[in-house]
């Protein structure tokens, strides 16, 4: 569970999304400046289009590399964590089919999603995480999916915690941000306030770093600083993908 979600939905929910940020025109006109040449047609078509997921454990530094690739790269970014906590928001489609399914008792009373009773929904009942799961996942990555193919920019870049249920056509590539588990440690103590117990728990429960190794196609790491982030994607950017 990322951290993102450890803050924002209800424990024991595995949801497979991070905070989103808006394109701004400028980084939209950078971006199509940037490959404007390595294309015959101004038209941008789906075939112009790069689609790269990204994921990694807690304390990885994911943000840190997504924040690049929109600020130097012109990068669209989409988080499944933001994408999910819609879908739970009021009026939504994923809620109204969750609420079919498990009920209202999780409910505050202007219809938002009072998160600790849905935890302990979820605790009492495991049958109601995985139902919660079926409904939610499947519509993280349609609406992801569709905002992806929609995008007006020629990197569209989908970061998710888990990507099992992801539509198997839509990646060019999978890129674990590797960051060493000390690191990690180090990173969560100082920015989270977080015990050294409480990370080494968190860390624990994630997939492993050979389970991400062997998911993805690329590694990003993530041990150094941003100057090293951007050389290596600099590097994969102009000379191996777009």
């Not at 849905?118 to 609406?143: C, E, G, Q, Y």
């Not at 888990?162 to 180090?186: H, M």
């Not at 993805?216 to 590097?235: A, M, T, W, Y």
Request: some cysteine; charged content about 30%.
């Amino acid at each position: 569970m990322s951290d993102y979600v450890a803050q924002n939905h209800a424990p024991g929910f595995t949801c497979i999304c991070h905070k989103c940020q808006e394109i701004i025109f400028s980084e939209r006109k950078y971006s199509e400046l940037l490959y404007q040449n390595r294309y015959d047609n101004s038209e941008l078509t789906y075939n112009d289009m790069h689609f790269i997921g990204i994921t990694g454990g807690v304390g990885a530094g994911k943000s840190s590399v997504l924040a690049v690739l929109k600020e130097n790269f012109g990068a669209k970014i989409i988080l499944a964590d933001l994408v999910a906590h819609e879908l739970m928001e009021p009026g939504s489609e994923g809620l109204k089919k969750v609420t079919e399914a498990l009920g209202t008792s999780f409910l505050a009373p202007d219809g938002s999603v009072d998160r600790k009773a849905l935890a302990d929904v979820i605790f009492r009942n495991k049958d109601a995480l995985r139902t919660m799961n079926s409904i939610i996942h499947p519509l993280v990555w349609k609406t992801m999916k569709e905002a992806a193919e929609a995008a007006e920019e020629h990197l569209v870049i989908i970061e998710a915690a888990v990507f099992d249920t992801a539509p198997k056509d839509l990646f060019d590539e999978l890129w674990y941000v590797y960051t060493t588990k000390e690191n990690r440690i180090l990173r969560l103590m100082a920015n989270r306030g977080y015990s050294r117990e409480k990370c080494e728990d968190i860390i624990g429960r994630q997939a492993s770093e050979g389970e991400y190794r062997a998911l993805c196609d690329r590694v990003i790491d993530n041990n150094g600083d941003e100057s090293d982030i951007k050389r290596q994607l600099k590097e994969i950017l102009d000379h191996e993908i777009c």
